[in-house]
């Protein structure tokens, strides 16, 4: 079977990430997380004290920065690494949560978080997930996926998520983070979510993970 890009856009917290893994899995392909390297910038910017208002600054950080994903120590998917630190966990709290869209915002640091993923599926054999890997990320990936779900739904399945992490939040702050993300994520002038007009639409609000892989799989069938 011949190995294809797939790309997975669509809005927070709609499943991305978990059918990402589910098919990197199933296929011997290497799963790329994309939002966790605008996690971490936004992190890096956090502890620097940079606001992502001040473009000249995060410029200069992004010198700073060395982005790369290291093995799970206990076997799942990799995890994101800030200049060599296993930040997989402090990127997933609610303040990364709460500025990463506006950092994510950044030509420089769309420039430079793209060209990185570029370079990853350079050997094909990948699924990345994002915002605008079907747009523009791989505008020439052989699959595109673009999967939304019912808005509750969605944030009900982000509560538990990060409630099973032990992190202490609650639904209503997880309700209007994914509705401030995706108005940024739609709104902002570089690179905006839109689904690829050759994406092949997702709406898992009343699917299974089971039911999800079985529709994404059919749906690679037919490209390799
Ligand atoms: O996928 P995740 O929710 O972890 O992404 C965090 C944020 O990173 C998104 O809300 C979005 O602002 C940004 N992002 C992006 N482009 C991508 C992936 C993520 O702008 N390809």
């Given at each position: 079977?011949?190995?294809?890009?797939?790309?997975?856009?669509?809005?927070?917290?709609?499943?991305?990430?978990?059918?990402?893994?589910?098919?990197?899995?199933?296929?011997?392909?290497?799963?790329?997380?994309?939002?966790a390297m605008?996690?971490?910038?936004?992190?890096?910017?956090?502890?620097?004290?940079?606001?992502?208002?001040?473009?000249?600054?995060?410029?200069?950080?992004?010198?700073?920065?060395?982005?790369?994903?290291?093995?799970?120590?206990?076997?799942?998917?990799?995890?994101?690494?800030?200049?060599?630190?296993?930040?997989?966990?402090?990127?997933?709290?609610?303040?990364?949560?709460?500025?990463?869209?506006?950092?994510?915002?950044?030509?420089?640091?769309?420039?430079?978080?793209?060209?990185?993923?570029?370079?990853?599926?350079?050997?094909?054999?990948?699924?990345?997930?994002?915002?605008?890997?079907?747009?523009?990320?791989?505008?020439?990936?052989?699959?595109?996926?673009?999967?939304?779900?019912?808005?509750?739904?969605?944030?009900?399945?982000?509560?538990?998520?990060l409630?099973?992490?032990?992190?202490?939040?609650?639904?209503?702050?997880?309700?209007?983070?994914?509705?401030?993300?995706?108005?940024?994520?739609?709104?902002?002038?570089i690179?905006?979510?839109?689904?690829?007009?050759?994406?092949?639409?997702?709406?898992?609000?009343?699917?299974?993970?089971?039911?999800?892989?079985?529709?994404?799989?059919?749906?690679?069938?037919?490209?390799?």
């Open positions: 079977m011949k190995k294809i890009i797939i790309a997975i856009d669509g809005y927070s917290s709609c499943g991305k990430s978990t059918l990402a893994r589910q098919l990197a899995r199933e296929l011997h392909y290497t799963y790329l997380d994309s939002g605008y996690r971490a910038i936004t992190l890096y910017l956090i502890r620097e004290k940079i606001s992502p208002e001040d473009e000249k600054a995060v410029e200069q950080a992004l010198r700073q920065i060395t982005l790369s994903f290291v093995p799970d120590p206990a076997g799942g998917t990799a995890h994101m690494c800030l200049n060599g630190e296993d930040v997989e966990h402090p990127i997933r709290d609610m303040e990364v949560a709460g500025k990463v869209s506006a950092v994510a915002a950044i030509g420089a640091v769309r420039r430079f978080a793209v060209a990185q993923q570029q370079r990853m599926g350079r050997d094909k054999g990948i699924v990345m997930d994002g915002r605008d890997i079907g747009t523009v990320v791989f505008p020439d990936a052989e699959l595109k996926l673009f999967m939304t779900a019912d808005p509750e739904v969605r944030a009900l399945r982000r509560y538990k998520e409630k099973a992490k032990n992190l202490s939040v609650t639904l209503e702050a997880v309700r209007e983070n994914l509705r401030q993300r995706d108005h940024l994520d739609e709104t902002r002038a690179s905006p979510l839109r689904k690829a007009p050759d994406a092949v639409v997702l709406d898992n609000s009343h699917m299974t993970a089971a039911e999800q892989l079985v529709f994404a799989l059919n749906q690679v069938a037919e490209k390799c």
